[in-house]
């Protein structure tokens, strides 16, 4: 009798022992309880204006208090701090910093060129919203969360950007590299492009230069479409007067060029017929003065060869660059005016001076 007594109670010890193991199981997170982060400053609503002056200055800390989930053993939180546009519900924010940290001082330098990459245009305002995303443990698909957004007004500044360049001296300019037309890398990959433009007369013979003198890289004929870096290598030339969009792979050492006379054409002129543009050499871009009569809705475009094969309009939204096939650009009235056209930044652009 005191044997089965004995095993009883060893049963019922058992079952206490499985009941309170049962009853300790690990925490879960729960994302019902988590406190989101929270951005304290700046202050939602504050206006910044950009000035080229402070490029290298704070501009200002964004500060935001920490995400709290309902567990303390987890490894690590990250934040994200994004931005876009007001109107834009945060379709496809621009991320400034992702950090572990729970504050982040961003330059006026470093403002204004992510604003300028969003396409504001230099010196114009834009109505901004900043949020804070955050998750746990690399964890995204279960512990992320966003903060209530706060919205600011930045005005941008202009921005210089320096792009590497090639110089191109020839027979067409007295054969001086210090005041010859310049070819860019826009994108800093060794492949430089560029207009130049070769008035009628000489040999219409050139090379490109790594710099403002003869006294470093020089690049001249290596064959056809090829680059010879030989000091004492041929001269490169095209087949006559005329302008020339020109490509240059200093990596690969070729080159090729195409053919490109740019004239105007618009509504005024019954898209029809346009009108050649002539080159300013000293300040490296096409020009035309000329009358725009009335015409209903007037607008007009660049195009080269007196052909639609290659032309030019304007980007949308209109911010003085153009691009391939672009819109129609819209002349204000009628009047005597300035078109000028520009092969100098990434993509070309254009002004429109009334006189």
Known sequence: ?????????????????????????????????????????????????????????????????????????LESTKYQLQMDFADSGFVSPVTIVSTEETSYSITVGEMNGLLLSMGVPAGQSANLKFRLYSYANNTVDFTDIYSTPISLTLTTYASIVEYPKL???????????????????????????????????????????????W???????????????????????????????????????????????????GEWLEWAEDINMEWDAENQYLYLTTDVTDAQDNRFKFRANDSWDVNLGAKNPDDGTLVPNGADIPIPEPGNYTFILKFTTPEPTYELIKN
């Open 1 to 73: 009798m005191k044997k089965i007594f004995f095993i009883i109670v060893a049963i019922a010890g058992l079952g206490f022992v499985f009941s309170c193991t049962k009853e300790t199981k690990d925490p879960v997170l729960d994302m019902s309880q988590t406190v989101a982060p929270a951005i304290t400053s700046p202050s939602d609503g504050e206006a910044f204006v950009l000035l080229s002056d402070n490029a290298d200055s704070i501009m200002a800390t964004f500060n935001w208090s920490a995400t709290k989930y309902n567990l303390d053993n």
């Open 167 to 213: 110089w191109v001296p020839g027979d067409y300019q007295g054969w001086d590299p210090a005041s010859a037309p310049n070819i860019y890398s826009f994108t800093n990959d060794n492949i430089f492009t560029g207009y130049i433009y070769m008035p009628e007369g000489g040999t219409y013979e050139f090379k490109f230069t790594s710099d403002p003198d």
């Open 215 to 265: 006294a470093h890289t020089n690049y001249g004929y290596g064959g056809d479409g090829l680059l010879d870096t030989d000091p004492g290598a041929s001269n490169l030339s095209v087949p006559g007067p005329g302008g020339y969009a020109v490509v240059v792979d200093i990596e690969g050492l070729t080159w090729s060029y195409e053919l490109q006379n740019w004239g105007v054409i």
